[in-house]
């Protein structure tokens, strides 16, 4: 019996721990984030090519938020699912010092374009609409801007109100999200 409850609670512990894999910057890494060389005009283009939406995550080391989302909000497979089908994710480091090229052509590392952008939290989203104003930062040009972390139901019904362009609309978020939870919620 002592073997038993050993072994599950082994399985237990493999099953979260491998929900997030850290990276040697101390960021949560998952299979769905691209690998770019962060020029956001050529990633939004990538993603347009895709027919993906441009996902930008900004975070860092020791996040204990972050680390809520990596752990218990994305490996969700419904959120993970629409992650994969619907999005191209650029992760920043809040303080990477990797060179950032915005959508106004201001080139920046990474610690120094979210400053440039006015983030201070940890996670924070920025998503894009398919095209840019010229001249846009990418601030500016965030169609949405999630700051914090979300349990799974506001995620995820974040991510459908982005991909329906919501945004565009009458009915703001906080509606949306009413009427998604009064359907049913998030799928299991």
């Not at 721990?17 to 990538?46: N, V």
């Not at 982005?162 to 049913?184: C, P, S, T």
Request: proline content about 4%; glycine content about 8%; overall charge negative.
């Amino acid at each position: 019996m002592h073997r038993l409850l050993l072994t599950i609670t082994a399985l237990i512990w493999a099953a979260a721990s491998s929900a997030a894999t850290l990276g040697d910057d101390g960021l949560h890494k998952t299979d769905w984030m691209r690998d770019t060389f962060r020029d956001l005009r050529e990633d939004l283009a990538e993603a347009n090519d895709l027919g993906l939406r441009l996902m930008v995550l900004v975070e860092q080391r020791g996040c204990i938020y972050c680390t809520q989302m990596h752990e218990e909000v994305f490996p969700t497979p419904a959120i993970d699912t629409y992650i994969r089908e619907n999005f191209f994710v650029v992760q920043i480091n809040m303080f990477g010092d990797i060179e950032v090229t915005d959508f106004d052509g201001t080139v920046l590392s990474e610690k120094d374009m979210v400053q440039h952008w006015g983030v201070f939290f940890t996670p924070t989203i920025l998503f894009y609409p398919p095209e840019v104003p010229e001249g846009a930062s990418g601030q500016q040009a965030a169609a949405v801007v999630m700051p914090g972390a979300f349990g799974r139901s506001t995620t995820f019904n974040m991510l459908n109100w982005i991909v329906a362009e919501g945004y565009l609309g009458d009915e703001n978020f906080q509606k949306y999200h009413a009427r998604m939870l009064e359907q049913g919620g998030l799928p299991e």
